[in-house]
């Protein structure tokens, strides 16, 4: 830490390596923690002195979650409202964001203000509203109760995203496809889109986490059991006094582990999207 | 849809117009003016209708007397006493209080922290994908599932953390400690990964110089790295600081509000008043003032902001 100067690399090397030793363990102690209680019997979850290393190892648990506890269906709710409203989305902010980027259209400025604002907003200000709407709709204890209002708060942050990458693209494939004649969408679609993949990729992976993560909005609008999305069911695991945490564990790993991978094969996209806004200032 | 071919639909506006090149310009931008309304209408209708609407109809419901009856909801008229009733309750002034504590407390260690953490992986030669691969971990994981986990590790009777501190989250202040702990665990990382990625845009050579300069370490780091890194540091606190005061799902799950009512943040003062109380009108009041907290926030740091960076681009 101390010394920057490249002649004591070696005493630099080894420090660095147990910083960065220390940083790894404090993430991935409490994530080995989640992993291994999940294998643990019942009774190996409540034992003390803790089970450093589940003995015996046990898939009670996972057979119990989607057994005695309904976790297969909060799995299938999750992944429609996340797959509709990312599709949503990406269709929605490409379009927009095309156009916020390259063409012509007046108050751009204060529309992207605009947009920075709501994607910053508190969740619980459009609870109640949202909330009655839904309930005079009908809507309450759906699917669209999630999707379109996942889709509105995911937006600009994607539109936000796919304009910085429409910004960086060359105009000229554009303007000559426009020439020949082609369509304004089919232009779009077949020469302007094909080089913002890794953008539509980080809005994509962002949108599709926060879905899958969200627990406000879910919590309030689909309280049904048969309707609820992995967080509440997770939250609302067993009763008031005893909480099941071996299922718990086992639902969280299952729903974590799909995510986590998604993750790590768009890690480059996710780091893109999390340091845009500290690039671009 | 609108091709540019299809542009000159308006003859009207011809004789309003001079020169023919001119003409045939203005033509195709304003079609693709229209255009771009076109593609971005969709986008922004879904938007208007699920947020700024539903914002607009929370501060009319706050002003509401809401009656809530076993077949729904109806309005009574105009009153200024959701706010009054909210206002004047020590329930408010708590939440007030909880929320802006742990908001300061949590921002600035996790940033302090996460500038550490930065710190050493810029230094590492190898390996540094791995770390970035590990740190986006608990940023991908569901703020409930950590909840739960660490409600695990605190338990009283079988935590792992039970035989060093007794019972931590049946006192208020130190079940305010855990909720901040498991928030920085969970976003210590994000705060890094920005921090790097500041710290990876200064110029080598400035540190070279500091370096010749014979300037130390720590010098260089207040003198030279801080400085650079301060626009991203505004990021990473203001990001931090609007999620920090939206505090619902770690609370909710990990203490539910408790002991008592000690932990209880506004957004989860908003929710019980409203679907554990049926209170919407007080409830759309906490929300409305929350919103507006927030929104005084983002406008005092876009000002700050705007002035420090006005302030350095001068001098670099």
């Known amino acids: 830490m101390r010394n920057r100067t490249r002649s004591g690399w070696r005493a630099v090397f080894t420090w660095v390596n147990l910083g960065a030793l220390l940083i790894a363990l404090f993430v991935l102690v409490p994530m080995y923690w989640l992993i291994a209680s999940a294998f643990k019997t019942t009774a190996g979850v409540g034992a003390y002195p803790p089970q450093f290393f589940p003995s015996p190892v046990s898939t009670a648990n996972f057979q119990a979650a989607f057994g005695e506890y309904t976790f297969g269906r909060y799995v299938l709710n999750s992944v429609v409202v996340a797959v509709c409203a990312t599709t949503l989305v990406l269709v929605l902010g490409t379009l927009a964001g095309y156009a916020l980027a390259r063409l012509p259209v007046r108050g751009k400025y204060p529309v992207m203000v605009s947009l920075l604002m709501i994607s910053v907003f508190p969740q619980i200000a459009v609870i109640a509203p949202l909330y009655l709407i839904m309930r005079d709709l009908g809507w309450l204890n759906s699917y669209q109760a999630l999707i379109f209002p996942y889709t509105a708060f995911n937006l600009p942050f994607a539109i936000w995203i796919l304009r910085n990458y429409f910004l960086g693209i060359s105009m000229s494939m554009e303007e000559s496809a426009r020439v020949d004649g082609a369509g304004a969408l089919r232009t779009l679609w077949s020469v302007v889109v094909p080089q913002v993949t890794p953008g539509i990729f980080t809005a994509g992976v962002f949108t599709f986490t926060a879905c899958w993560t969200e627990f406000l909005m879910a919590l309030s609008f689909n309280q049904q059991n048969n309707m609820r999305t992995i967080p509440v069911g997770i939250a609302t695991f067993g009763s008031q006094y005893t909480v099941p945490y071996g299922t718990l564990f086992a639902a969280s790993v299952v729903a974590v582990v799909p995510i986590a991978i998604l993750v790590l094969v768009f890690r480059k996209a996710v780091v893109s999207g999390l340091t845009s806004g500290a690039v671009k200032g | ?316």
């Open chain 2, 1 to 316: 849809m609108a091709s540019t071919q299809v542009a000159p639909v308006n003859p009207a506006s011809l004789p309003g117009t001079q020169v023919p090149p001119r003409v045939g310009r203005d033509r195709m931008t304003r079609s693709l003016a229209r255009m771009g309304w076109g593609f971005a209408s969709p986008a922004l209708v879904v938007i208007g209708a699920f947020t700024i609407f539903p914002i607009l109809f929370s501060i009319f419901v706050s002003f509401e007397n809401v009656n809530v009856t076993g077949a729904g909801f109806s309005f009574q008229g105009l009153t200024a006493n959701n706010y009054s009733i909210v206002l004047g309750a020590s329930l408010w002034h708590h939440a007030l209080w909880f929320t802006t504590v742990y908001t300061v407390v949590t921002v600035v260690v996790e940033v302090a922290l996460g500038t550490i953490f930065a710190l050493v992986l810029e230094r590492m030669t190898q390996g540094r994908g791995l770390m970035m691969a590990i740190l986006l971990i608990p940023w991908s994981l569901i703020t409930v599932v950590s909840a739960e986990l660490w409600s695990y590790i605190y338990n009283a009777s079988y935590g792992v953390l039970s035989g060093v501190f007794h019972n931590i989250l049946g006192q208020p202040f130190s079940a305010t400690v855990a909720l901040m702990f498991a928030d920085v665990w969970k976003t210590t990382p994000f705060v890094t990964i920005i921090v790097l990625a500041g710290l990876v845009m200064i110029p080598s050579e400035l540190f070279e110089a500091s370096e010749v300069d014979g300037a130390n370490g720590w010098k260089t780091f207040w003198r030279v790295t801080l400085p650079l890194l301060r626009p991203t540091l505004g990021i990473a606190v203001l990001f931090r600081v609007l999620q920090a005061f939206g505090l619902f799902d770690l609370p909710y799950v990990l203490t539910t509000g408790g002991p008592g009512t000690s932990t209880q943040s506004l957004a989860m003062l908003g929710y019980n008043t409203m679907f554990t109380n049926l209170d919407f009108g007080p409830g759309a009041a906490v929300a409305t003032t929350t919103a507006v907290i927030v929104l005084v926030m983002c406008l005092v740091f876009l000002r700050a902001f705007k002035a420090q960076v006005g302030k350095e681009t001068p001098n670099a």
